[in-house]
C-alpha cells in the first residue's frame, strides 16, 4: 500500500471503531437499561430488542449498497456514521420502551458502517491490499467486541445505561467529520451503476461466464452465511455455560469468551498472518474444520485449561476462515458494483445472525447450554462439500450485474 492508502485505511478503522464499539458493545446492557429506564420486567424482552436492530441492517443493506453504486462510497459512509448518530440520540433519549425500540429500528435501517467502510476502501485498495483492508477492518469489530463489555461495564456503574447511548451519540459525529475533512470522495460511474441496479437479469442478455460467476458469489453467499450463524450461535449462551461447566467466576468467563477475537487480532500483526488469506479451498476449509473441532473439543472440556486451549483452537479456525474469505471477497469485488456486493454480503452475514440467535435460544431451553456448540460444529461440517463448489476466482472476476435484492 502507499502512504496514502495507509492513511486513508487508518481513518476508516478508527471510524468504524467508534461506531462498532456502541453498536455491538451496548446489546448486553439491554435488560438493565429496560428494566432500569422503563420498568420492563419480562426477560422475554430483552432478545428481541437485540435482534430488532440486525432485522432492519439486513433488510437496508443491499439497498444501501444500491445507493453507494450510484451517489458515491464515501457520501454512504457519511451517511451510516449520521445515522448511526441519529439512532444512539434517540435511544438515550427515549422517554418508553417503544421509543427506544424505534431508535434501535433507525440503528439498523441508518447505519451499516461495515458494509459502507468496505465499499469505500474498495475505491482505492483491490486485491491483495483490500484483502488485507478487509482483515482489518473485521480487526476492528473484533477488538470492539474485546474492549466494549470492559468499558462499559466501567461506565455503567458510574452513569445510567440509558445515558451512555446519548454520550456515545457524539462518536459516530466525529467520526463523520474526521472522514468528511480527511478523505476524498469517490467518483462512480452513474450509467454502469443504474444499468446493473435497475436491469433484470435475463438469457438474452447474460453470458456463459456472467452466469457461472453470479452461481460462484451465490455459493460463497451460502458459505459466508454457514460461516456466520455457526460463529454467532456460540455467542449469547458461552459466557453462563462456561461458568457452570469449569466453576468460574464472571471474569474469568468473559476473558474465554474474547480469546477468539484476541487470537484473531494478533494474527493481524504477525508476519505469518499475510500468508493466511491466500485463496484457495483447503485453507477454508481447514478453517471450517478447526472451528468445528474446537466447539466438540469445548463440549467435553472439564477444567479451564482445557477450554481456554479449545478457545485457542477456535480463533485459529475463526481467523483462517476471515482471512481466506476476505481474498476471496476482494478478488471477486468490482469497483463497479461494490456497494451492493458489500451490501449484500453485511445482509447475508445479518440474517446468519438472526437465524444463529433465534436457534441458540430455541436449542438452549430444552437441549441445555452446549446446544449451539453442536449445533455450530454440525453447521460447518456440513458446509465442507459446499466449499469446493465454489470456483477459485481469478483477477478478472467481477461482481454479478444483480446480487441478491
Known amino acids: 500500500m502507499t502512504r496514502s492508502q495507509r492513511r486513508q485505511l487508518a481513518i476508516v478503522l478508527l471510524c468504524h471503531f467508534t461506531a462498532a464499539l456502541v453498536a455491538l458493545g451496548m446489546p448486553p446492557f439491554f435488560g438493565l437499561i429496560l428494566s432500569d429506564a422503563f420498568a420492563v420486567k419480562g426477560t422475554q424482552w430483552v432478545g428481541w430488542f437485540y435482534v430488532v436492530p440486525t432485522v432492519c441492517a439486513a433488510l437496508a443493506a443491499p439497498l444501501w449498497g444500491r445507493a453507494a453504486d450510484r451517489w458515491g462510497r464515501r457520501w454512504s459512509l457519511l451517511r451510516a456514521q449520521l445515522g448511526l448518530a441519529l439512532g444512539f440520540a434517540l435511544a438515550g433519549l427515549a422517554p418508553q420502551a417503544w421509543v427506544f425500540l424505534g431508535a434501535l429500528v433507525l440503528q439498523g435501517l441508518l447505519g451499516g458502517t461495515f458494509a459502507a467502510s468496505s465499499a469505500y476502501l474498495s475505491t482505492s ?116 455455560w462456561a461458568q457452570q461447566t469449569v466453576g468460574i467466576g464472571p471474569l474469568a468467563a468473559g476473558m474465554l469468551y474474547s480469546l477468539p477475537h ?5 494474527a493481524l500483526w504477525i508476519p505469518a498472518g499475510k500468508t493466511m488469506g491466500r485463496v484457495n479451498q483447503t485453507g477454508l476449509a481447514a478453517g471450517f474444520l478447526l472451528m468445528a473441532v474446537s466447539y466438540i473439543g469445548q463440549t467435553w472440556s472439564g477444567t479451564l485449561a482445557e477450554l481456554s486451549v479449545w478457545r485457542m483452537v477456535m480463533g485459529a479456525g475463526m481467523t483462517l476462515g476471515f482471512f481466506v474469505l476476505h481474498g476471496w471477497i476482494a478478488q471477486m469485488t468490482k469497483i463497479d458494483h461494490a456497494g451492493r456486493t458489500f451490501g449484500t454480503l453485511d445482509s447475508v452475514s445479518k440474517w446468519a445472525g438472526v437465524a444463529a440467535g433465534l436457534a441458540a435460544g430455541a436449542l438452549s431451553g430444552p437441549a441445555g447450554m452446549a446446544a449451539p456448540l453442536w449445533l455450530g460444529a454440525g453447521v460447518l461440517l456440513a458446509s465442507l462439500p459446499l466449499i469446493h463448489t465454489v470456483r477459485q476466482p481469478t483477477p478478472s472476476d467481477a461482481a454479478p450485474e444483480q446480487p441478491i435484492t
Do not use: C, H
Request: a positive charge; aromatic letters at 14%; proline letters at 8%.
Open 262 to 266: 484476541l487470537i484473531y487480532l494478533f
Open 125 to 240: 485498495l483491490t486485491g491483495s491490499d483490500l484483502s488485507r483492508g478487509l482483515n482489518w477492518m473485521q480487526g476492528s469489530a473484533r477488538a470492539a467486541m474485546v474492549l466494549a463489555p470492559v468499558l462499559f461495564g466501567a461506565l455503567i456503574s458510574i452513569f445510567p445505561p440509558q445515558d451512555i447511548y446519548l454520550y456515545l451519540a457524539a462518536l459516530p459525529i466525529l467520526a463523520a467529520l474526521l472522514l468528511g475533512f480527511a478523505t476524498s470522495a469517490d467518483k462512480p460511474a452513474p450509467k454502469v451503476a443504474v444499468s446493473g441496479a435497475t436491469a433484470p437479469v435475463t438469457p438474452s442478455r447474460t453470458t456463459a461466464a456472467s452466469k457461472t460467476l453470479l452461481e460462484d458469489w451465490r455459493r460463497l453467499w451460502a458459505v459466508q452465511f454457514a460461516f456466520s450463524f455457526s460463529m454467532v450461535v456460540t455467542f449469547p449462551y458461552f459466557i453462563p
